[in-house]
């Protein structure tokens, strides 16, 4: 049985700490799927066939990762994908309590998925795609927190 993970998230933008989560998550899993959730209540910067445009051009050579996107609940697109592990990345104390709260319910909609969860590395625990959407939107240079095959030309 392949081991699939979901890594859910608006990825608005898709940043460098997005990157080595997927990366990271790798090692551990089969294939990692980045799914777009629709959240409607964020305002989101890019549309979502964009997000996944700018997301596939970052794995563009690793088969092992599927960018889709969905509607509804997170723990019913597990089921419909096969997939047993929701990976997240935490950055700080606050993001663990959220999530924690999160994979609970989850856990009480179906006792199969695994919450796993991965600390950020150091240097990307402030990099958070609120506060890089807020710095583009106010024309700054947000190159250094997007992977390396993404540029600024490409959010515009």
Known sequence: ??????FPG?????????????R????????????IG??????????LEK???????????????????????????????GAKYLLRGLRTASDFEYERAIAQMNKNLDNTVESVFLLTAPEHTPI???IVRDIFNHEGDISEFLP???TMDDLR
Do not use: W
């Open 1 to 6: 049985m392949k081991r699939i993970a979901i």
């Open 10 to 22: 608006s990825f608005d933008p898709f940043t460098i700490g997005h990157e080595e989560i997927v």
């Open 24 to 35: 990271r998550g790798l090692s551990m899993f089969d294939k990692v799927i980045v799914a």
């Open 38 to 47: 629709k959240n409607s209540t964020k305002q989101t910067m890019h549309s």
């Open 51 to 81: 997000r996944m445009e700018l997301i596939e051009k970052v794995f563009a050579e690793e088969s092992r990762v599927e960018v889709d996107f969905y509607e509804g609940l997170t723990i019913n697109y597990c089921e419909e994908k």
């Open 128 to 130: 958070c795609s609120t």
């Open 148 to 150: 390396t095959n993404i």
